[in-house]
């Protein structure tokens, strides 16, 4: 093979490679591919496997927040969560989250909160969309998550966040690694214990609690706000008729919104969120 025929080879080989190395660049801004966060269902696999060329990952601790009380996550309901990375004089940006159990299974359900973010692996990953890359110095972005049923217990966020150096490639970029967990709310909100529970609710009318399906005694009321505290407690429920208990006397200045009942009878417990719109 003739010198200027080698040349041509490398040339075209060279450009191929050029082109395949920025087409791949420019798919990732559209999104991560799935399993690049570091999760237990792809460990060890990060943006640092395609964006291999710059420094190794390193952790950095608080860049996954939440709106979930100290007291822990409540099962069933619905929290934003931030993801923030910062790195002066850079203006490019990416991510991916994913909450997962230590099989690598999904814990819970996320939700997009507009166009920055979208899915990937039938939700099981999110990650930045193509137009939520550019920002000076630092970047953020928010989604929801949906807490899972009682007793999952707590709930590990694993990310990994692209720092890049805005060269159209995937060369040269900085990889971060970041995890947040929150435990479950075990003391406010518990596993139905009752054996003999069907289709429970509870309600306010009034100034009257109504508690419906529970074909038992109960001895005691707790009722929560969402951060925990306890907002009004009763003990020895008098009335009751078939499967339902009212307790009156129950004040009627309680703030609109989400509460949880904790019930007990004996060592059985029960719980259930009541909305309250008084």
Partial sequence: MSKKRILFVFVVGLFAWVAFSVDEAKSFSSGAPAGYCNAPSSPGNTCHSCHNTGPAPVTIPGMITSGIPAAGYIPGTTYTITAT?????HNRFGFEISPQDLNGNLVGSMNDLGTETIFQQSGVYITHSSNSLLSNGSKFWQFEWTAPSAGTGNVTFYGAFNITNN???????TIVLSTSTWNENTGLYVNNTFADVENPAVWLNGNSLHISGVATEIDHVNIYDLNGQLIWAT????????DQNVLAGVPVSFAPGVYIVNIQSGNQFWSAKMLNTN
């Fill in 235 to 242: 003990a020895n429920v008098a009335e009751q008729t078939g």
């Fill in 167 to 173: 060269d159209g490639s995937y060369t040269g970029d």
């Fill in 85 to 89: 990375v910062t790195a002066a004089g």
